[in-house]
């Protein structure tokens, strides 16, 4: 995702400019960077990214440490995970207007900063609530930081290696499933889970610091633009509200509790008057035109659609290996740990393809290995070893560098130039809100269909049943007593219950990447004349 550098002429007469900034760009832009000072840069925003990208993944296999530390259950654990996802979600939308109020270094290094004070608050938090408060701060001040670095990445690069900034970009991206869950793994067990967040504070100093050297005078033109105020509140409400009914759900037995009732009127009419609002503001925050556009729209919805469906997955696989399996958070960080080698080593060869193909088959072969990987995790049992977990894992990895840069090469292809930001942004947006509410959705997903095996199970495990009796039998011969006994098979029952509950997701995930193969099709990609799709850069 890009961010626009300049504004047109017509809008900047409608606005007065903002003070001075110490230099204004160029009629055609800065020029690209040369030598060390691109290599820096390059290094500076990489490292930022990383950051927030890892902040992302790490806290997945520390979330069973963090809710037993925190005296809550795993399922409440993964507000930790969903608070950060929504209000990041919010506040990518609004890095257009931010960009033109502040600039784009500005903001960017502001963010920076405020992402490490907000990590260093994260790690002091005493009570669930404050963590998810400072995640949610988190969240918010990290939504620019990610197109952003982009943004700054391109215009670091000549256009002609443009594919060159995206890999490299692409790259960085992908690290963060490598070293999030082995890293966040690996700190759960041998010291405090506050430090998956405090590691983000020199890394955010020297970032922050860095970028600002290399890019402190190629900033963007400030000026004032209107923001469009109820929109902003009418978005965050039905997201807030949609967000809160999926993660509080179960826990209030739906809609049974009144306040699951209120919290869906108020998510459906907040967003029925965001939809009218934003089609009639004069100053949208959230440009909904853009779907009018095909290759938008089917892309859009085939990236959101599925990376909530990968990401659900993402979440549930370390909760599964641990609170089933037995796994430590290092083993379960093991485990997830492949994920990103594939991605890092095909990234470039998949930027290269897209210069020259169109992107829907690439694409298709992304959604196919998905559903391959699927259904070799629907086949898992209690009985499954470290090896089978890992190797779906690592053809994943393949599965990853085919579906991010292509499914947002076709949602931007077509476009005008000056309407790409706010095409990344929005498709961002929901690329984001739909990976938080795969997350609410798959756990609570999870529970139901684990409720549902063990009443089935414990239908056949009762007395007068032979497998039953033959079972408490043995206990019995070996001195265990009869509620003992109980105890140990009702521990039985419930890994399986929840292993064929996880299968059950992985069978459904399998289907729906299937299923979404048909909405890349529905696509009409424009190419250049090299034969690539000729969608502007800004690929996440």
Wanted: net charge neutral; aromatic share 10%.
């Amino acid at each position: 995702m890009s961010t626009a550098s300049s504004l047109p002429d017509d809008a900047a007469d409608q606005a007065p400019e903002a003070p001075a900034a110490p230099a204004q760009p160029p009629a055609g832009g800065y020029p690209p960077l040369e030598g060390s000072a691109r290599t820096f840069g390059t290094i500076a925003l990489s490292a930022a990214v990383f950051m927030n990208v890892l902040d992302s993944s790490i806290a997945n296999v520390s979330i069973p440490t963090i809710a037993g530390d925190l005296g809550v259950s795993a399922t409440q654990g993964t507000w930790v995970i969903t608070s950060f996802a929504v209000a990041n979600a919010i506040t990518v939308p609004l890095t257009g207007w931010l960009t033109q109020r502040f600039g784009q270094v500005r903001l960017f290094v502001l963010s920076v900063m405020l992402f490490v004070i907000s990590s260093w608050l994260c790690g002091f938090a005493w009570s669930l609530e404050s963590l998810v408060f400072f995640r949610v701060l988190q969240g918010a001040v990290a939504g620019p930081m990610i197109p952003l670095s982009q943004s700054l990445m391109l215009a670091s690069y000549p256009r002609a290696k443009a594919g060159m900034a995206l890999a490299l970009w692409s790259m960085t991206i992908l690290v963060g499933p490598i070293a999030g869950p082995l890293l966040g793994g690996w700190i759960s067990d041998n010291y405090a889970w506050s430090w998956i967040f405090y590691i983000n504070v020199p890394v955010g100093l020297i970032a922050g610091w860095a970028s600002w050297q290399v890019y402190k005078e190629r900033d963007t033109r400030r000026i004032h633009l209107p923001i469009d105020r109820m929109g902003l509140i009418l978005l965050v409400v039905w997201v807030g509200a949609l967000q809160l009914l999926l993660d509080k759900g179960k826990e209030l037995e739906w809609f049974a509790s009144p306040l699951i009732c209120v919290l869906a009127v108020v998510s459906v009419v907040a967003f029925v008057y965001f939809v009218i609002w934003e089609l009639t503001a004069a100053h949208p925050v959230v440009d909904l035109t853009l779907f009018a556009q095909r290759n938008f729209t089917s892309g859009t919805i085939a990236l959101s659609v599925a990376y909530g469906v990968f990401f659900g997955t993402v979440v549930l696989l370390p909760l599964w290996l641990q609170n089933t399996m037995g796994y430590t958070a290092t083993w379960a960080g093991v485990a997830s740990a492949p994920v990103g080698i594939l991605a890092i080593i095909l990234s470039p060869v998949v930027g290269k393809l897209l210069a020259r193909h169109d992107p829907r088959p690439i694409a298709t072969i992304a959604f196919l290995i998905f559903a391959l990987i699927s259904y070799m995790r629907a086949q898992f049992n209690t009985s499954v070893d470290l090896y089978t977990v890992m190797l779906p894992t690592f053809i994943q990895g393949a599965a990853m560098a085919t579906f991010f840069i292509p499914l947002t090469t076709i949602s931007l292809s077509g476009l005008s130039p000056d309407r790409i930001p706010a095409a990344a942004g929005l498709s961002n947006f929901f690329r984001l809100v739909c990976g938080a509410f795969g997350t609410s959705i798959t756990t609570t997903i999870w529970d139901n269909r684990a409720s549902l095996h063990h009443s089935r199970l414990t239908e056949v495990a009762r007395p007068g049943e032979p497998a039953f009796d033959h079972i408490m039998g043995g206990l019995q011969n070996l001195g265990v007593s009869p509620q003992r006994g109980a105890g140990m098979l009702d521990g039985v029952i419930n890994q399986q219950a929840y292993t064929m509950s996880a299968t059950d997701i992985f069978y459904a995930s399998a289907l729906i990447f299937l299923v979404l193969i048909g909405l890349i099709w529905l696509a009409r990609p424009k190419t250049s004349a090299h034969g690539g799709s000729a969608a502007g850069g800004g690929a996440h």
